[in-house]
């Protein structure tokens, strides 16, 4: 996969191309998701948080660090595992099935440079853009829920934002981010390109690399959790 190039002109254009299709494809999922993650975790901790003695403040700092260290970099890229892993599997096993994968090697073409590496380089640089949406988005969510049902107004939601602020935190999900995206690209694209068979095959390829992205992803979220925190 990482062997020279043929032309690196096609290269750009189906890398571009696949920054598309994961990125842009992929916006209108994770902004729902991450709007209603954000909404929940910030009702769902006020109704925990029963004690006099909490200032309503440490809502927000628990919905910024959820959001940092969990809920954007895990629960999205699990959603975009689904999303982007299934259709990385099925489109190359589309074209294993149909032969043209053989035909691009029969041509010359080192069909895994060409059709895996743009789509693993795509992932590892557009979904931790999409994980810092997330971010952004899941903290605003917590804020419109939390003021609109006044659970919190937006001085002390804005106070508990700065207040014991750890910038680790934000460069932990980072972190996580990059390696959930290798993970999904990498795996969905094995999946895809060794496929055999048929049709049926190709869902069964694409249900596999969609399960075997989630648990690899828990896993290296404990073994990141483990190593770093």
């Known amino acids: 996969m990482l062997s020279r190039p043929e032309s690196f002109k096609v290269y750009y254009k189906e890398f571009f191309h696949q920054c598309n299709e994961i990125g842009i494809g992929?916006?209108?999922?994770?902004?729902?998701?991450?709007?209603?993650l954000g909404a929940v975790t910030t009702v769902q901790?006020?109704?925990q948080l029963v004690s006099p003695l909490v200032q309503n403040y440490v809502i927000?700092?628990?919905?910024?660090?959820?959001?940092?260290?969990?809920?954007s970099p895990t629960v999205t890229c699990v959603v975009l595992a689904g999303v982007v892993g299934s259709k990385i599997a099925s489109e190359l096993g589309n074209m294993?099935?149909?032969?043209?994968?053989?035909?691009?090697?029969?041509?010359?073409?080192?069909t895994t440079t060409y059709l895996v590496l743009p789509k693993i380089l795509a992932a590892i640089i557009v979904i931790p853009c999409l994980i810092v949406l997330s971010m952004f988005l899941c903290i605003y969510g917590g804020y419109l829920a939390g003021t609109m049902s006044g659970i919190l107004n937006a001085e002390e939601f804005t106070q508990g934002l700065v207040r014991d602020f750890i910038a680790f935190n934000l460069i932990f999900g980072l972190i996580k981010a990059f390696t959930f995206a290798f993970i999904i690209s990498s795996v969905s694209a094995y999946f895809g390109y060794y496929v055999k068979g048929g049709a049926l095959e190709i869902g069964r390829s694409s249900t596999s690399s969609v399960v075997v992205s989630c648990v690899l992803i828990l896993l290296?979220?404990?073994g990141l959790a483990a190593l770093l925190l």
């Open 45 to 47: 901790t006020a109704y």
């Open 26 to 36: 992929s916006l209108g999922i994770v902004v729902i998701i991450s709007l209603f």
């Open 96 to 110: 294993r099935v149909t032969e043209q994968i053989d035909a691009l090697e029969i041509m010359g073409i080192n």
């Open 60 to 71: 927000a700092q628990i919905i910024r660090d959820n959001s940092f260290l969990e809920l």
């Open 220 to 222: 290296a979220d404990y």
